[in-house]
Every structure is written in structure tokens, then in C-alpha cells.
């Protein structure tokens, strides 16, 4: 399947409603088309059987083509080719798995890219700790929120990963005294996936590092070591 077939695809499933709600959602340079997740996940499924046995090359160059088109459901589609794909990462390699990450401008892209796509890779060693420490000291929120986004493929038991406290807690610390909205909430996200692998190691690290932490990251990630939820009911 050609990239202008999977555009056709979308934009038949694209809606005047969900293009607003896109537009405040995630605010992006990119064009969305107002795809429904179920309707995403659906046209990646059948796209991804169709491609499980192609070549690398194959698959690489389907995905560039589709993030080239700077739409944002086109690029949420290119990510989903490359999940669970580690023939296509080694391919890829360091460079150019970050390259499919240049142009992320939203929370939504980020986190799709940082957990199916960059963190992935790193818990597997195409990528280097060193190019997640660069990410972390971008200029660039969207870099860092990536940096810290992508611990969670180390930790997440449904994302693969076995539970990384030292390299997900070296990425917290160069953040923990950022202040960017999209950082401090993917930092609470970070270690409160953390929390589900080493509760006793993050409530550590937390209580050590609570003068210099925003509240938001306090107040979360406690409740989620105290109930196992994000937010208490009461506060719901």
C-alpha cells in the first residue's frame, strides 16, 4: 500500500467535529484530519498484517513518507509500523529513528513516538543513553518531554519493559527542576510508571528530591505508590 492510499483511507474517516477537538487538544503545525483513535488503530492494524513480513526498507520508507506529509494521523500511522519492529529499528539506527521524531510538536505525537518508537529502541540498545541525555538538555520541550517519555518503555510491563530505576532516574534528574508544563507532567508519568516496577526506589528518590520537584509530580506520584491511581477519588 502506497502513502497516498493510507491518506484516502484517513481522510475518508476524518470528521468536521473531531478536527476541532484536535485543534485544542494537541495544537500542532501539522493538518489533522480529525481521525477517531479506534478509527486509527483500525486502518494501523490492517496496514502493519499487511506489512509483517516486509522488508525493513519496505516499512521505512512507507513510514517517511507518511511523517513527510506533516499530518498528524499520517504520522501516528508511521509510528505504529515501527512498533515492535526491532528488524526495522536496527535499520533505522541511532539517527534514524531520531530523525522520525524531528517535528513533533504536540504532546500526542511525542508520547506516541516515545513509547512505541524511541523508548523501545533504547530498552533494546539501538539507541544510546547518551542520545536520550541529549534529549533531556534540548532546548526543545518537546525533546525533553521525548527524553522522559521514553523511560516508560523501560518500565511499563505492557510496553516490554523489566524496570530500569537507574536510567529512568537519570533522566529525572537532569529534568527534575523544569518547569514546562508538557516536561512536568511527563515527568509524573515517568515515575509513576517507575513506581509500578520499584515503588520503594521511586518513593526514595521522590522524598530526596521534594524540595526541587513540582507539586503536580509530588501530589500524583504519591497517590499512585499510596492507591495505585493517579489522582484520589475525592479529588475526581
Given at each position: 500500500?502506497?502513502?497516498?492510499?493510507?491518506?484516502?483511507?484517513?481522510?475518508?474517516?476524518?470528521?468536521?467535529?473531531?478536527?476541532?477537538?484536535?485543534?485544542?487538544?494537541?495544537?500542532?503545525?501539522?493538518?489533522?484530519?480529525?481521525?477517531?483513535?479506534?478509527?486509527?488503530?483500525?486502518?494501523?492494524?490492517?496496514?502493519?498484517?499487511?506489512?509483517?513480513?516486509?522488508?525493513?526498507?519496505?516499512?521505512?520508507?512507507?513510514?517517511?513518507?507518511l511523517?513527510?506529509?506533516?499530518?498528524?494521523?499520517?504520522?501516528?500511522?508511521?509510528?505504529?509500523?515501527?512498533?515492535?519492529?526491532?528488524?526495522?529499528?536496527?535499520?533505522?539506527?541511532?539517527?534514524?529513528?531520531?530523525?522520525?521524531?524531528?517535528?513533533?510538536?504536540?504532546?500526542?505525537?511525542?508520547?506516541h513516538?516515545?513509547?512505541?518508537?524511541?523508548?523501545?529502541?533504547?530498552?533494546?540498545?539501538?539507541?544510546?543513553?547518551?542520545?536520550?541525555?541529549?534529549?533531556?538538555?534540548?532546548r526543545?520541550?518537546?525533546?525533553?518531554?521525548t527524553?522522559?517519555?521514553?523511560?516508560?518503555?523501560?518500565?511499563?510491563?505492557?510496553?516490554?519493559?523489566?524496570?530500569?530505576?537507574?536510567?529512568?532516574?537519570?533522566?529525572?534528574?537532569?529534568?527534575?527542576?523544569?518547569?514546562?508544563?508538557?516536561?512536568?507532567?511527563?515527568?509524573?508519568?515517568?515515575?509513576?510508571?517507575?513506581?509500578?516496577?520499584?515503588?520503594?526506589?521511586?518513593?526514595?528518590?521522590?522524598?530526596?528530591?521534594?524540595?526541587?520537584?513540582?507539586?503536580?509530580?509530588?501530589?500524583?506520584?504519591?497517590?499512585?505508590?499510596?492507591?495505585?491511581?493517579k489522582?484520589?477519588?475525592?479529588?475526581?
Amino acid at each position: 500500500m502506497q502513502a497516498d492510499q493510507i491518506l484516502r483511507a484517513l481522510r475518508r474517516l476524518g470528521t468536521a467535529e473531531r478536527r476541532r477537538v484536535s485543534g485544542w487538544y494537541f495544537p500542532s503545525k501539522m493538518q489533522a484530519l480529525g481521525v477517531t483513535v479506534p478509527d486509527l488503530r483500525g486502518v494501523s492494524r490492517s496496514l502493519r498484517a499487511s506489512l509483517k513480513k516486509a522488508d525493513p526498507k519496505e516499512v521505512i520508507a512507507l513510514a517517511k513518507q507518511l511523517i513527510a506529509t506533516e499530518i498528524f494521523e499520517a504520522r501516528a500511522v508511521a509510528y505504529e509500523l515501527l512498533d515492535r519492529r526491532a528488524d526495522v529499528w536496527r535499520a533505522l539506527g541511532a539517527k534514524g529513528i531520531e530523525a522520525m521524531g524531528k517535528g513533533n510538536d504536540n504532546w500526542g505525537s511525542v508520547d506516541h513516538y516515545g513509547t512505541i518508537v524511541a523508548g523501545p529502541a533504547w530498552r533494546e540498545g539501538v539507541i544510546a543513553d547518551t542520545d536520550v541525555i541529549r534529549w533531556a538538555r534540548s532546548r526543545d520541550r518537546w525533546w525533553r518531554r521525548t527524553a522522559l517519555v521514553a523511560t516508560v518503555a523501560l518500565n511499563k510491563k505492557a510496553r516490554g519493559g523489566a524496570g530500569d530505576p537507574k536510567r529512568t532516574l537519570a533522566i529525572c534528574e537532569l529534568l527534575v527542576d523544569d518547569r514546562d508544563d508538557m516536561v512536568v507532567k511527563a515527568m509524573s508519568w515517568a515515575l509513576r510508571s517507575l513506581g509500578e516496577r520499584d515503588a520503594p526506589t521511586t518513593k526514595r528518590w521522590i522524598d530526596e528530591h521534594e524540595p526541587r520537584l513540582a507539586k503536580r509530580v509530588l501530589r500524583e506520584v504519591r497517590t499512585k505508590l499510596t492507591t495505585g491511581r493517579k489522582t484520589s477519588r475525592h479529588l475526581r
